[in-house]
C-alpha cells in the first residue's frame, strides 16, 4: 500500500477534485464519499473549504493525501472497511515522532484523528483501481497545527505499518523495497558529485536525511558502513546489485557514473556558478513557439540537497538531470499548472524548472499571458535581484507563453 501526503495553499482545488465537483473530473459517478470530521453534514467542496481556512488562517492550511491499497486486497470491501482503513492510517500517522541518535525530538506528533477532514474513494475509469483522498485540515480542534515536516515520510511510514498489520506485505519485504529505495538515492547523490569524496559523499548521505555510521578499519581506512532512514537501517552490502555501494567498491562506481576526461572540482553548497556548455532542453516542434536559447545569466547552484528543497528529475538531451527546487518554488509550479486541471502540466513545469535553474532560456517571449500575469516581461531576464518566488513566477509565464496550458477539457490558453 502506498500512502503519500503534502502540505498545500490550493485547498479548494484539491477539495473539488476529491469531491468530483471539479469541472475536469471525466468520471464523478466513479467518486464516493467516505466520511467527514468535525464538519457539518451536507456540505459542499465550498464549504468545507471555508471550514478549514477559518479554523486554520494560514499559507499551507490542508494537507493532502492519498492511499492506494492494492486492488486484490480490497476487492470485497464495503465502505465501512474503507473508513476502518482510514481511520487505521490515520492512528498510525498521528503516531509517528522522529527524534535524533540522541533521542531529541525534532518533528512532534500529529493530531489528524481530531482535525477537520474529508475523505473520498476514487475508482479509476478504466481498471477500477480504487485509492482514497483526503483532505485534512492543518490545524486541529484545538488550534494545534499538524507539523508537516517530512510529510511524505509520516505517509509512506503510516501506510506500510498498516499493510504489514493487516498481513499485506510482510517486514522483510519492506526492508528490501526500502533497500531499493536508498541504493537509488545513494547513486543520485554520487552522480551530482562533481569529484570523488570520501567526505563530501558523508556530507551528502547526511544532507539528505540518512544517518550515516562509518566501520573504520585497523589502518584508519573505512572498511564499511551503515546507512539509516528513521528506525530502519542498511549495510551498504545490502544497497544495489552487485554491492557497487560497499566501500571497497563505492569509489570504483562514481568513476563508472562521470567521464574522467575533465578534471572536475567540487563546487562549495550555494555558491553562485555561471552555468555553460550545458544542453538545451528539447521540445516539439511547434509553429508558434519561439527558439530556446542557453542561459548565459549566473544562478544559484541547485545541483544539491538543501533543507526545504524537492528532488526534481529534469530530462534534456536524451538523459536526465537532477536539481533539488525550494520548496516554495515547487508550490508555485505546482499551482501555475496543477496536473488536475492542465493537461501538459509536465512538460511546462520541466520547462519552468529548466528555466529557473539556468539550463534553457526563452529569447524575447512575452509572459504577460498563459501563467496569470497581466503586464508584459519581455526584459524578465534582466531583474537579476528579484526574489526566487518572483522568479520562479516568471519563469513560470514564460513557460506558459511558449508552450500554451493546454487544459484536459481540450482548451487551449
Same mark, same amino acid.
Given at each position: 500500500?502506498? =500512502? ?20 475536469? #473530473? ?23 473549504? $471555508? ?43 498521528? #503516531? ?102 570520501? $567526505? ?28 539509516? /532512514?528513521? /528506525? ?7 544497497? =544495489? ?96 499548472? $496543477? ?75
Amino acid at each position: 500500500m502506498i =500512502g503519500k501526503a503534502k502540505s498545500i495553499n490550493h485547498g479548494i482545488n484539491d477539495i473539488r477534485y476529491i469531491s468530483g465537483e471539479s469541472r475536469n #473530473k471525466k468520471h464523478p459517478e466513479l467518486i464516493y464519499h467516505v466520511k467527514d470530521n468535525l464538519l457539518p453534514c451536507g456540505l459542499d467542496a465550498q464549504g468545507v473549504w $471555508d471550514m478549514m481556512k477559518a479554523h486554520a488562517p494560514m499559507k499551507n492550511n490542508v494537507i493532502r493525501i492519498e492511499i492506494s491499497p492494492a486492488k486484490e486486497h480490497t476487492k470485497d470491501f464495503t465502505m465501512q472497511d474503507w473508513q476502518q482503513l482510514w481511520d487505521d492510517f490515520v492512528r498510525e500517522y498521528d #503516531k509517528i515522532e522522529m527524534a535524533d541518535e540522541d533521542g531529541k525530538v525534532y518533528s512532534h506528533k500529529t493530531n489528524l484523528a481530531d482535525s477537520i477532514y474529508t475523505v473520498w474513494l476514487h475508482l479509476e475509469s478504466d481498471s477500477r483501481i480504487p485509492h482514497l483522498h483526503a483532505a485534512v485540515c492543518r490545524k486541529d480542534r484545538n488550534g494545534r497545527t499538524n507539523n508537516d515536516h517530512k510529510i511524505h515520510i509520516r505517509a509512506h511510514d503510516a501506510a506500510q505499518a498498516v499493510a504489514v498489520q493487516r498481513g499485506w506485505i510482510t517486514a522483510k519485504e519492506i526492508h528490501k523495497a526500502n533497500a531499493v529505495k536508498v541504493a537509488e538515492d545513494l547513486m543520485d547523490i554520487l552522480k551530482a558529485m562533481p569529484s570523488w569524496s570520501w $567526505d563530501d559523499y558523508v556530507a551528502r548521505v547526511r544532507a539528505n536525511g540518512y544517518t550515516l555510521v562509518e566501520r573504520p578499519d585497523d589502518k584508519g581506512g573505512i572498511k564499511g558502513y551503515v546507512v539509516g /532512514k528513521g /528506525k530502519a537501517k542498511f549495510k551498504a552490502s545490502e544497497l =544495489g546489485k552487485g554491492r557497487k555501494l560497499m566501500a571497497s567498491k563505492i569509489e570504483q562506481t562514481w568513476q563508472k557514473l562521470h567521464d574522467q576526461s575533465e578534471t572536475k572540482t567540487v563546487q562549495p553548497v550555494g555558491k553562485i556558478v555561471p552555468k555553460t556548455d550545458v544542453p538545451v532542453v528539447p521540445v516539439a516542434a511547434k509553429p508558434v513557439a519561439k527558439p530556446l536559447q542557453l542561459s548565459s545569466e549566473p544562478v544559484a547552484d541547485y545541483s544539491s540537497w538543501h533543507e526545504n528543497t524537492s528532488r526534481y528529475e529534469l530530462p534534456h538531451d536524451g538523459k536526465t538531470s537532477l536539481f533539488y527546487i525550494p520548496d516554495d518554488v515547487m508550490q508555485v509550479f505546482n499551482d501555475e499548472f $496543477d496536473y488536475r486541471e492542465t493537461a501538459n502540466w509536465k512538460e511546462l513545469t520541466d520547462m519552468a524548472v529548466a528555466l529557473f535553474v539556468g539550463l534553457t532560456a526563452v529569447g524575447s517571449v512575452s509572459t504577460g499571458g498563459g501563467g496569470g500575469g497581466s503586464h508584459n516581461d519581455d526584459n524578465w531576464r534582466d531583474k537579476k535581484d528579484e526574489d526566487e518566488i518572483e522568479r520562479a513566477r516568471r519563469c513560470a509565464r514564460a513557460a506558459a507563453a511558449h508552450f500554451g496550458k493546454e487544459t484536459k477539457s481540450g482548451r487551449r490558453r
